[in-house]
């Protein structure tokens, strides 16, 4: 089993996008996918179709969610907590919801050094259920990406190349560096970096010619970090894919797709598929 987090300390860089499709296409090439959503906005939990309903008293996130996982040693493990996505992607994938009270549990996190490896532990006890486990992380350097790249073995860092994620990269660096010193301790290795992912990526062919080699060619001159082969492109697509819904007596109820379902011939699809052959080639699979 490998695990990989996405993440970047900037926020709006595809993020989720690129978790929840990822994790589609690997299980639609036959591989056994766990998605799991570390961040308290719980974008891929929406994306994936888990949050279908619109008032407080319906929701049935509440009370099995990642914060579950992480707090206890002794219950809530992975099978317990972990919930089938319903008409998101065939074949749909198991996803471990994260909730908005992941804010409020953060500081009691904090002060139990326990925490911080219990993902670790649980996640080996499903090893033999899953081949893949793809992590999505808070656009942060909180107690929840620390989690996440404890339990990783590989990063992908999605970046829109453009100033500002750029200059984030040092401190994203500087944070795996101290990541990896505790992975040391608890005789993991060190986490490694599958590349910058490009995402968000305009479509202006004169970006494209112009723009975008310019700033590959930066990005690589100031840090010595792969860039990936692939290219996840800023589509409509892949919005729309997202605010789909369906009907349930006056009520629009949310019910997302991949963009492998929603739009299989597209070339967002198509940029998925070759992303997902990038991952494949890279973890020897």
Sequence with gaps: MKTIAIYHNKGGVGKTTIAINLAASLQKQGHKILLIDLDS????????????????????LRDRNVSHVIESGDYYFIPDVVRKTDGFNHPEIDVIPSHINLIQKQSKLNQVASYKTRLVTKLKRVEEDYDIVIIDTPPSRDIYTEIALYAADYLIIPSDLKPFANQGLPTVLEFISQIDEFRALIGKNYLEILGILPSKISTNSKFLNYVFPKQKESLLNSHNLPIMNS???????????TNQTITMGDLEIPDPKSVLEF????????????????VLEKLGK
């Design 41 to 60: 906005q719980a974008n891929s939990t929406f994306a994936t179709g888990l949050m279908k309903f619109l008032f407080v008293e319906d929701d049935d």
């Design 263 to 278: 739009a299989p011939d597209s070339p967002a699809a198509m940029e998925f598929v070759q992303l997902t052959e990038e």
């Design 231 to 241: 290219i996840i492109f800023e589509r409509t697509v892949l919005s729309q894919c």
